[in-house]
């Protein structure tokens, strides 16, 4: 049995408990905490507060233990357009359970964009080169986790992938099982966070947002379009019904729009000031530099738009100003004749 020594040994620390307490004591196998997960996600993940309620309430039951037991922990799609949240969600979920960003079981879904990928998932068929190896793209210590910590997986881009790949997951969603063609070999998905992101529909729902926002749909008022219907049918159209019954919640993050960007600008600020503390220094951003750098912000693009700009402006002098000034430790940036500068600061 899997986990049979994190079990005995959960179950003992039950069994002591129970003595020493005067009434029943509903201790749970999971080890990680639903507020200090959701208090990272918080921190890194701006204007997607309903996807970050349904997060919640998911951890919370699922700290609980009372899921089924045939089933995976939990089957959840995130829909969106690119740079909005939905990878780095699943990615800070990992690294606050796992303490690492990569500690989950990631699957680039835009590389199995043919049928005979399906292999690369649940091994070759009987007959074929490799069957008996049993080979897959899931790692198996990340898929299944362990007794205290859900394993955590990731399907991203899986509109990307061929309906033939798409339909070798029914039974993973289904009965948290994954049994390979050859009989040899089969993955337990049961003790599993399952998470599949999408962009399913997400060009075609800008494409109608930005037509209500001109012309005299706007006169009129009509000021948005049936996002939700075009990604309705977005869904239909990339997955079979009996697929999408056995996704357990469908999210939806929304676009960040210009009032989020300060908040972006925080986020990516303090990323850049972590790395810089392994050189011993910190830097701060005037507010001219900070106005700079959300000018001409693609809302199609999200966050990465804020990043490309750090790259592509800021870095390269911050990187300059560390070389020419190597005792400073506090750096402040600015614009200057249109260049963004950066200067020892002084008190």
């Given at each position: 049995m899997p986990f049979i020594n994190e079990r005995l040994e959960a179950n003992r620390e039950t069994i002591e408990q129970n003595r020493a307490a005067s009434g029943p004591v509903r201790a749970s196998r999971f080890r990680f905490e639903p507020d200090v997960v959701m208090s990272r996600l918080r921190e890194k993940i701006v204007g997607q507060d309903d996807a970050l309620a349904a997060m919640e309430s998911m951890l919370v039951r699922v700290k609980a233990d009372?899921?089924?037991?045939?089933?995976?922990?939990?089957?959840?799609?995130?829909l969106g357009p690119t740079g909005v949240g939905k990878t780095e969600t699943v990615r800070?979920?990992?690294?606050?359970?796992?303490?690492?960003?990569?500690?989950?079981?990631?699957?680039?879904?835009?590389?199995?964009?043919?049928?005979?990928?399906?292999?690369?998932?649940?091994?070759?068929?009987?007959?074929?080169?490799g069957s008996k190896e049993g080979h897959s793209l899931f790692d198996l210590e990340k898929v299944q986790g362990s007794f205290s910590k859900p394993g955590i997986v990731l399907f991203d881009?899986?509109?990307?992938?061929?309906?033939?790949?798409?339909?070798?997951?029914?039974?993973?969603l289904d009965t948290g099982?994954?049994?390979?063609?050859?009989?040899?070999?089969?993955?337990?998905?049961?003790?599993?966070?399952?998470?599949?992101?999408?962009?399913?529909?997400?060009?075609?729902?800008?494409?109608?947002?930005?037509?209500?926002?001109?012309?005299?749909?706007?006169?009129?008022?009509?000021?948005?379009?049936?996002?939700?219907?075009?990604?309705?049918?977005?869904?239909?159209?990339?997955?079979?019904?009996?697929?999408?019954n056995r996704i357990d919640q469908i999210l939806t993050f929304n676009n960040l729009t210009e009032n989020w960007l300060g908040a972006l600008l925080d986020i990516e600020l303090a990323g850049l000031n972590k790395r810089?503390?392994?050189?011993?220094?910190?830097?701060?951003?005037?507010?001219?530099?900070?106005?700079?750098?959300?000018?001409?912000?693609?809302?199609?693009?999200?966050?990465?738009?804020?990043?490309r700009a750090f790259r592509q402006r800021l870095e390269p002098a911050v990187a300059k100003a560390l070389l020419a000034f190597p005792e400073c430790q506090r750096f402040e940036a600015d614009m200057h004749n249109e260049e963004v500068r950066v200067y020892q600061y002084v008190e």
């Amino acid at each position: 049995m899997p986990f049979i020594n994190e079990r005995l040994e959960a179950n003992r620390e039950t069994i002591e408990q129970n003595r020493a307490a005067s009434g029943p004591v509903r201790a749970s196998r999971f080890r990680f905490e639903p507020d200090v997960v959701m208090s990272r996600l918080r921190e890194k993940i701006v204007g997607q507060d309903d996807a970050l309620a349904a997060m919640e309430s998911m951890l919370v039951r699922v700290k609980a233990d009372i899921g089924e037991e045939n089933r995976p922990l939990a089957v959840h799609m995130f829909l969106g357009p690119t740079g909005v949240g939905k990878t780095e969600t699943v990615r800070l979920i990992a690294e606050a359970i796992h303490g690492s960003r990569d500690g989950l079981c990631r699957i680039d879904m835009n590389t199995l964009a043919q049928e005979h990928y399906a292999a690369a998932l649940t091994g070759a068929p009987p007959g074929y080169v490799g069957s008996k190896e049993g080979h897959s793209l899931f790692d198996l210590e990340k898929v299944q986790g362990s007794f205290s910590k859900p394993g955590i997986v990731l399907f991203d881009e899986i509109e990307k992938a061929s309906k033939e790949v798409v339909r070798t997951l029914l039974n993973v969603l289904d009965t948290g099982r994954l049994v390979f063609p050859s009989g040899n070999r089969e993955i337990d998905f049961r003790n599993t966070l399952i998470f599949m992101t999408s962009n399913a529909g997400a060009l075609e729902a800008e494409a109608s947002h930005q037509k209500y926002q001109r012309g005299w749909r706007r006169w009129l008022g009509l000021t948005t379009g049936d996002g939700e219907a075009i990604r309705d049918i977005a869904l239909r159209r990339h997955f079979d019904p009996e697929f999408l019954n056995r996704i357990d919640q469908i999210l939806t993050f929304n676009n960040l729009t210009e009032n989020w960007l300060g908040a972006l600008l925080d986020i990516e600020l303090a990323g850049l000031n972590k790395r810089l503390a392994r050189k011993h220094a910190e830097l701060t951003l005037s507010p001219l530099l900070r106005t700079e750098l959300c000018q001409g912000y693609d809302s199609r693009y999200g966050a990465r738009e804020i990043l490309r700009a750090f790259r592509q402006r800021l870095e390269p002098a911050v990187a300059k100003a560390l070389l020419a000034f190597p005792e400073c430790q506090r750096f402040e940036a600015d614009m200057h004749n249109e260049e963004v500068r950066v200067y020892q600061y002084v008190e």
